[in-house]
């Protein structure tokens, strides 16, 4: 009888979807264990090997808690909004939604086929309206609230204008814009509603606002810094500039602190967090005030000008000898002379080309303006220039430093480079970045006001001594800026925002979800709207709370019909992403007045395995943070972490396949006879390359995508063959270099996919993908399956185990329950192979041996583990079978196999019990038939007896 595994995994597969198998309860007498995947994005290419490496370990690990005896909840769904999508539908015009249809239903058939524990009845989709009614309700949320610095949490937006009708804002700590008008409860209360609206604009958790964003002009949208590769938008590879656009800003500013002391409350990798703080990145020094001198370009009005910038080192004042701004600080218009005009407009220009990443990144290039313009040194007073460089950014601290030759390496090159005077004000220092790094040595010199003090008295002073002047203050600044919310696009999810008059309002709960209307097309407006500005039925009708033609609107103050127009904007694709493990934990049947109800937020509280990429740190990772702790602040969940433990698995990198052109010509050489040749490699399909690294041709040539590109080409062999060249880098189709699963699943199963994809080593490891390596597990399985079924059927019966039987099943047990708990898979598939080879060399057939081994292994290998155990006879699903109990006393040896040795010469072994005393095992050996042979009738001189290791008979 044999493996036929395609039709093996068919059946359970069948079998697990009709009895739900895997559907988790939200009320059980079971400790509960939340299992998460972070979902994947239904591209069009479906899954690769690579894709199912996390899913597969996060498997193995819930099928190991449900064997613990937890109630488990292990939910999959698609992150479905996306510019993928878009981009597809503007190429083609095919609506979003059914290219994301088609794609998800590709992504489920290969899911299920690898045999995946998924609770499917939780299943979301973020781009369907029933779940992104519950984005949108979110953000209602987060524009009703407002930050309490006094409280430390978000709270509703009504009892900040109680404050403000009661005492006006002179008191009021908060989490604010900058420059905030100070005003009493009597002016408060005698502001019209407009006014009023744009005060608690400055307060509300998200807010409009005028923001430097990353434009890409050829995907026609903001980009955020995770979509941006080397300057270029990582989809499409297209330009991206800085430009100022008013958007959706997410104050998550106003929770820098929280996130950053939430980290040490999870149990996640010392990389992540450390990613995560340098994100958020606080710093404590002080706001130091510079007045601009006046000169003939400024007004009167303007004459007044100030710059705040933020140090962490206030003792450098006195080394202050120039500032620099970024160039798109709101100042630099203002006070750029006439004669410098043209300069600075040209340098602005051209960094608005570079993104906040390269200009973050780039250490070595020195480039700058001077603006004409000067400001006045608080303790000196005398003018020091002001510049601009692309080296500060706009949105971190004040977009404005002070700068200090003569301690920071970066603004000593913009003084060399520029001339600009370079004052030391360290005593005995030379003046460069390693001897101002060892700062508990520096000693000011040349101050008034600082002479002789280290760098910490020195702080302290010049705080002090800026806060009596009024020209500064003690503070802790954050590098997390606030995060745009805006998108120019169309497959995003719609703002429940309509305006009147200019300010924002928003939609009811009741009347969600504000649904996306249809288009003629994807692109941007002639006139540069977003998407939704073509849309013919895009306006609010407030008399039947609607969405109507967006015809008749209330254009002009004072004419007003109640209709108004709504957002043209979408949200980001991370809005869905920030709060989906919150709606898994309710059955999609039963979502309904909440995105889950309070007993199942309540009893699943959050996540305690969370799986998925490092590159989702400083965005998707932080989001879900901020929200989680919004949400807690006002009530809705109960928790401020929304995963417990995280792990990022690593990549399976693809073995890619090169051809190499040689320059000017259409002729191709093979490896070896490249040499010093100028040739360019270039990309060619995995698949038509075989294990000798060896090229078919023809197939290339008949390609249907590119084969067209080769059918002229000369191809140049050594010894008959066209021999290509092989590099080990990222699997993506890009690279032509993907394996699909289907191929895998069909020539070898999901059992020896999932077994092989954790035999490849760590999980956290990227790991290079072998087809040919598959191999070795499939034998293994059907080894296997040898253990158990015979030519005739099943072998195993009722026998006794042996000793050694026992002792192979339970250090099985031991080592596979640590590699579990220590997510060390690829160990468990070694140890399994080597209990399969003892137990098939000791004839095994005991079934209080193999039926155990079955539940060892079903976490890797569901499908034949589950075949086999019905086939013991047991009825249902292996998958709630208790874990075998590991017994310590079946690895306690209670013999040994004695060498007896003759004048050191061993000459047989001795099996005998470990308890026996020295003198009985010298009376057991020396009466044994074969020490007598070896003697023939001699006396010994000695024994020599070592308990539990040799015996040996000298003489």
Known sequence: MQYHFNDIEAKWQKYWAENQTFKASNNSDKPKYYVLDMFPYPSGAGL?????????????????KRHKGFNVLHPQGYDSFGLPAEQYAIQTGQHPAITTETNIKTYRRQLDQIGFSFDWSREVRTSTP???????????????????????????????????????????????DDNIESFSAEQWNAFDSKKQQEILLQYRLTYLAETEVNWCPALGTVLANDEIVNGVSERGGHPVMRKKMTQWSMRISAYAERLLQGLDTIDWTDSLKESQRNWIGKSVGASVTFNVIPNVTLSAVEESLKIDVFTTRPDTIFGVSFMTLAPEHELVQTITTPEQKAEVEAYVLATAKRSERDRMADVKTISGAFTGAYAEHPFSKEPIPIWIGDYVLAGYGTGAVMSVPCGDQRDYDFAKHFNIAIPNVFEGADISEEAFASKDNVVIANSDFLNGMNYKKASKRAIYDLEQMGQGEGKTNYRLRDAVFSRQRYWGEPFPVYYVNGMPQMIDKAHLPITLPEVEKYLPTETGEPPLGRADVWAWDTNTNTVVPNVNLSAVEGEDNGIYPLELNTMPGWAGSSWYFFSYMEEKAKRGEDFASQDALNYWENVDLYIGGSEHATGHLLYSRFWTKFLKDRAFVGVDEPFKKLINQGMILGTSAFI??????????????????????????????????????????????FGADYKDAEFIL????????????????SKYNVVSPD?????????????????????????????????GVHGFLKKLWKLYVGEAGLIVNDASPTKDNLKTLHKTIKKVQEDIENFSFNTSVSTFMIAVNELTAQKCTSKAILEPLLVLLSPYAPHITEELFSQLGNEGSIATAPFPIFEASHLVESSKNYPISFNGKMRFTLELPMDMSKDEIEKTVMAHEKTIAQLEGRTPKKVIVVPGKIVNIVG
Request: proline share 3%; with cysteine.
């Open 130 to 176: 029933e779940y992104y009614k519950w984005t949108q309700w979110i953000f209602i949320q987060l524009f009703e609230s407002w930050y309490n610095n006094d409280s430390n949490k978000a709270e509703d937006i009504s009892t900040l204008v109680a404050k403000f009708s009661a005492e006006g804002n002179a008191n009021v700590n908060a989490v604010c």
């Open 718 to 733: 050594e010894d008959g063959v066209y021999k290509v060249g092989r590099e080990v880098e990222k699997m993506s189709k």
């Open 743 to 775: 191929a895998i699943c069909e020539q070898y199963g999901a059992d020896s996919l999932r077994l092989y994809e954790m035999f490849l080593g760590p999980l956290e490891q990227a790991k290079p993908w072998n087809t040919a390596g598959i191999t």
């Open 660 to 705: 190499y052109r040689e320059d000017g010509t259409n002729t191709y050489l093979s490896k070896g006879l490249v040499k010093d040749k100028k040739v360019a490699p270039i990309h060619v399909k995995v698949q038509y390359v075989n294990a000798s690294d060896e090229l078919n041709i023809e197939d290339l040539k008949n390609d249907a995508e």
């Open 48 to 64: 690769h090997v690579g894709h199912p490496l996390g899913y597969i370990a996060s498997d193995i690990y819930a099928r190991y």
